[in-house]
């Protein structure tokens, strides 16, 4: 394999994943991954330029933001790119009104959405209000549907929490497409336009670019297809079995954020 | 198309399903479809040889024979092949302890089976108790075993209630199978071995049987696929597309049971 001098040459942006890199949620809120609350510090310090990507849908961006600040960390809510914007400016260009299967952490940030005679469902992270009764009711909005439209915020399998793993959106979005016969269309890592989209506020391109997740998929597949570098962090819910993806091979495999960002600060271009 | 003189030639026994056959589920029980209860007298009176084959995974079968009986149905539960008693069988062939997945009116069907310690997962149509706490924690015990095994009771998409669509076993079944990454084994219609158990216990070849049921795919395809003539009723969970179905083409499609019981009892091999 090549050195990580040659791996990290010409890297201008960092791209980092929230949950499982810079803390682990979980009850009263979450506990920070050792030495991520300084490693990020330390690379906004730096020439480079850093961007939060994430596929949280549970909680709207500013209270995710007001968790990590709470945590310790310095983030602005201006600095995260999250599905649920990305959602409603699609959700506006195409006229949709969407049923909502989202957790009410979320409901904030769909606002200035119309909602009344549903043509469309999108569905997030909804955790507890995953209830028989709230699939059946998105299940029979889709199924009334001439043309059923399902947007989903991410498709995770499954997220690491203080207490164990836990079930994401992209199972019940699985559910979904089943029953429905359907689609459904991803907003959210790993999709290209959702990279990209944080890319052009960051003015980085593609191949100045490097993607920390702890998602060997949805993080660090994801943001290859789009030419980006990738590495993986071996916590949140990194299994030892990642590093031998039959599809996916990251560009590198640390212990966590904080040796990812000693290495790109050691090898930086000077 | 063949008259229905040759499409029914040589039939000696007839697989019933039940939902949205003989019944439609919901509120108090559900509600006997018009006519169902005579067809199936006059069936059971015929020298055609008669077997219940359902995919109903919610109810134990004496408490579904019960429901059935009160409806005014001629069904006892010596007659019914379902799903729970044929995954109980696989589990004590296999030595296999099950975290059940299940609704409560089924769990006296396992009441003979260890559950401790379990090594693999069992799913039904738990209904309300598909909720995140339930589906997690199947999905937890999954993802702590070095050999996932799921078993899921049938994998309908919905079922028709008398208050409407509702989701099925199937939808949460390709839930865990994509959070998991596992593929689930399928007690019921439409595996094989299901349909053949059905056969063998009315001594009836695949050639010489028809199945009547309400899903395009589960009844009439699974039916089919094992050398069976099958029919689809315009009843339960049916809908017009059906019979345009890009993969499945019944041998007959029919208002409802007692059109079906019509045609076979004209049509009987004299």
Not at 35 to 40: D, K, R
Not at 97 to 124: G, Q, W, Y
Not at 188 to 217: R, T, W
Request: proline residues 4%; glycine residues 10%; hydrophobic residues 40%.
């Amino acid at each position: 394999m090549a050195t990580w001098s040659e791996r990290l040459a010409g890297v201008r942006g960092v791209l980092l994943d929230i949950s499982g890199v810079l803390y682990d949620s979980g009850a009263g809120g979450g506990v920070p991954i050792p030495g991520s609350v300084e490693a990020v510090a330390r690379l906004k310090q730096s020439q480079l330029k850093v961007r939060f990507c994430t596929n949280e849908s549970q909680r709207s961006r500013g209270k995710l933001v007001g968790l990590l600040q709470r945590l310790g960390f310095d983030i602005s809510e201006g600095e995260v790119t999250a599905p649920a914007p990305a959602a409603c400016q699609i959700l506006k260009e195409r006229g949709l009104r969407p049923h909502l299967l989202i957790h009410d952490e979320i409901r904030s940030e769909f606002d200035k959405i119309d909602t009344s005679n549903p043509n469309c469902v999108v569905i997030a992270d909804a955790c507890d209000a995953f209830s028989y009764k709230n699939m059946n009711k998105a299940f029979q909005v889709l199924m009334e549907l001439e043309n059923p439209v399902l947007i989903s915020l991410g498709k995770g399998r499954y997220y690491k929490e203080t207490s164990g793993l836990m079930l994401d959106v992209g199972a019940y979005m699985k559910a979904l497409e089943y029953a429905c016969g359907v689609e459904a269309e991803v907003v959210g890592k790993p999709s290209p336009e959702f990279f990209q989209s944080a890319l052009q506020v960051m003015g980085v391109e593609a191949h100045q670019a490097i993607m920390i997740g702890d998602d060997i998929v949805g993080d660090v597949g994801g943001a290859q297809r789009c030419g980006m570098r990738a590495l993986q962090v071996r916590t949140g819910k990194f299994r030892p079995s990642d590093e031998h993806h039959p599809e996916v091979k990251a560009d590198g495999y640390v212990d966590n954020l904080a040796e990812a960002v000693d290495l790109l600060l050691q090898h930086l271009d000077k």
